[in-house]
């Protein structure tokens, strides 16, 4: 069989997303709707020929989570249905995956639950952007591309001229990270040390590495209520930071985090758009798209060429 024609379509997550890497492979999206019974179940409907084509599916399972999942299984299904040549899901956010180990009795494993939805839905591939977890990979019996955004984000850190810079992890979980920052643009490490003291109480007093008389650049896989962030942000300042920046993959932003994020002292925020962000933002934000980076690894995936050795990686 061969996968000659390359086929890109989209739920309801992120039309712009969409459009935006449409243009940078030069195609046009795949005519589909994904609408709403009366009853509030989904329907798919795709108008495009997808035999043997080879098809990638965006959708990130942003908020609201739920039917952003769904869709993207109905999509697949969809595909599968009419005996699509190959099927990508492009997942730039993975919603569900800070649930990924049971840390108590009696929760669930909902990453590898979602995982096996996906597999389920006939999914043969899988592209991703910064899971929370890198470990995610292997929920999946499935080839798992695991790009970064570190590219996309670190220009912004670049063009700041930090001087004697310091890469901040907001709590352990993002150490890696932040080491590969700091690698990249020659800066020292350190972390939040995020305690949980008991179910609802977490402990943000100290830090581990030195901040003081530097500039601070924070930086997090992704950033929902605002709540981790403002902390590190607070916490770095009174340890003596110079000046404090933040970046995140992911803004998945909900409550008033664009508010909190607007006042904790920050003097900037870099954030992706992996995630669609529904507010205007105030100036200090730095929006910046990764549909150019998804672009290059959908044309490698295509292609057969390594997508790894195209970009950088943690
Ligand atoms: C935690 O492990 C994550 O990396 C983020 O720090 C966290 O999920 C952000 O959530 P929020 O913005 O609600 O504090």
Not at 52 to 74: A, K, M, R
Not at 196 to 201: N, P, W, Y
Not at 251 to 280: M, Q, S, Y
């Given at each position: 069989?061969?996968?000659d024609?390359i086929?890109?379509?989209?739920?309801?997550?992120?039309p712009?997303?969409?459009r935006?890497i449409?243009?940078s492979?030069?195609?046009?999206?795949c005519?589909v709707t994904?609408g709403r019974?009366p009853?509030g179940?989904i329907?798919?409907?795709?108008?495009?020929d997808?035999?043997?084509?080879?098809?990638?599916?965006?959708?990130p399972?942003?908020?609201?989570?739920n039917?952003h999942?769904?869709?993207?299984?109905?999509?697949?299904?969809?595909c599968?249905?009419a005996s699509?040549?190959?099927?990508t899901a492009v997942?730039?956010?993975?919603?569900?995956?800070?649930?990924d180990?049971?840390d108590?009795?009696?929760v669930?494993?909902?990453a590898?639950l979602?995982a096996?939805?996906i597999s389920?839905?006939?999914?043969?591939?899988v592209?991703?952007?910064?899971?929370?977890a890198?470990?995610?990979q292997?929920?999946?019996?499935?080839?798992?591309?695991?790009?970064?955004?570190?590219?996309?984000l670190?220009?912004y850190f670049?063009s700041l001229?930090?001087?004697?810079?310091?890469?901040v992890?907001p709590?352990?979980?993002g150490?890696k990270r932040?080491?590969?920052y700091?690698?990249?643009l020659?800066?020292?490490v350190?972390?939040?040390d995020?305690?949980?003291?008991?179910?609802?109480?977490?402990?943000?007093?100290?830090?581990?590495?030195e901040v003081?008389?530097?500039?601070a650049l924070i930086?997090?896989?992704?950033?929902?209520?605002?709540?981790?962030?403002?902390?590190?942000?607070?916490?770095?300042?009174e340890?003596?930071a110079?000046?404090?920046?933040?970046?995140?993959?992911?803004?998945?932003f909900?409550?008033?985090a664009?508010h909190?994020?607007?006042?904790c002292g920050?003097d900037g925020?870099?954030?992706t758009?992996?995630?669609p962000?529904?507010?205007?933002?105030?100036e200090r934000f730095q929006?910046?798209?990764?549909?150019?980076?998804l672009?290059r690894?959908?044309l490698?995936?295509?292609?057969?060429?390594?997508?790894s050795?195209l970009?950088?990686k943690v």
């Amino acid at each position: 069989m061969t996968r000659d024609k390359i086929t890109l379509l989209a739920g309801n997550a992120h039309p712009q997303l969409a459009r935006a890497i449409a243009e940078s492979i030069g195609i046009d999206l795949c005519k589909v709707t994904v609408g709403r019974f009366p009853d509030g179940e989904i329907d798919v409907k795709i108008y495009d020929d997808l035999r043997g084509s080879d098809v990638f599916i965006l959708q990130p399972t942003s908020p609201p989570v739920n039917d952003h999942l769904i869709e993207l299984l109905l999509l697949l299904d969809t595909c599968r249905r009419a005996s699509a040549g190959r099927m990508t899901a492009v997942i730039p956010y993975f919603g569900y995956a800070r649930k990924d180990r049971k840390d108590e009795g009696r929760v669930p494993i909902s990453a590898k639950l979602v995982a096996n939805m996906i597999s389920t839905a006939g999914a043969d591939r899988v592209l991703t952007i910064d899971l929370h977890a890198a470990q995610i990979q292997g929920f999946f019996d499935l080839p798992v591309d695991h790009l970064y955004a570190k590219p996309v984000l670190i220009d912004y850190f670049r063009s700041l001229d930090p001087k004697d810079p310091v890469i901040v992890a907001p709590d352990m979980g993002g150490l890696k990270r932040a080491r590969a920052y700091a690698e990249s643009l020659g800066a020292q490490v350190a972390i939040v040390d995020k305690r949980r003291i008991s179910a609802d109480k977490v402990d943000w007093e100290h830090i581990i590495g030195e901040v003081n008389g530097k500039d601070a650049l924070i930086i997090d896989d992704m950033i929902a209520t605002g709540g981790s962030m403002v902390q590190a942000v607070r916490i770095v300042k009174e340890h003596g930071a110079r000046r404090v920046y933040v970046g995140a993959t992911h803004a998945v932003f909900c409550g008033d985090a664009v508010h909190k994020l607007a006042h904790c002292g920050a003097d900037g925020i870099v954030i992706t758009d992996t995630v669609p962000v529904h507010e205007p933002l105030p100036e200090r934000f730095q929006y910046r798209s990764v549909a150019p980076l998804l672009a290059r690894a959908i044309l490698a995936i295509h292609q057969s060429n390594s997508v790894s050795a195209l970009f950088d990686k943690v």
